[in-house]
């Protein structure tokens, strides 16, 4: 149960909250977006972002990323399922995530990621 006016969630069976007097309601509004892109740097109507390395290794993107954020290349972790490839119980692992730079910054983005052997 959760109070829609400051969304806090209580245990079933109370009523009210206790801070607003507000009647609980079952659900609140989804009135937010999950913060999924949260890692997008490219603004939305950009052109078209190239993909330039793809893992599902987390260690590996960390430096993938780092190479990037080193040399001031803007990009964008696309995360994608494979579906029916890996168990569903691998569950977070079970995401390959392809790193998407802007057509400009590709061939840097490639070169850089060449250089250091990922
Ligand atoms: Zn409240």
Do not use: W
């Amino acid at each position: 149960m959760f109070c829609p006016k400051c969304r806090y969630e209580y245990v079933a069976g109370i009523k009210e909250c206790p801070g607003c007097r507000e009647a609980l309601v079952e659900e609140l509004a989804q009135d937010h977006q999950p913060a999924q892109n949260s890692e997008s740097k490219l603004k939305p109507g950009y052109s078209k972002p190239v993909t330039v390395f793809a893992t599902a290794d987390a260690g590996l993107l960390a430096v993938v990323k780092s190479i990037l954020d080193g040399a001031g290349i803007k990009y964008f972790a696309r995360n994608e399922l494979i579906q029916g490839i890996l168990p569903v119980q691998s569950g977070a692992f079970n995401s390959l995530v392809e790193i998407q730079v802007r057509p400009e910054d590709a061939d840097d983005a490639r070169a850089l990621l060449d250089v250091k052997g990922v």
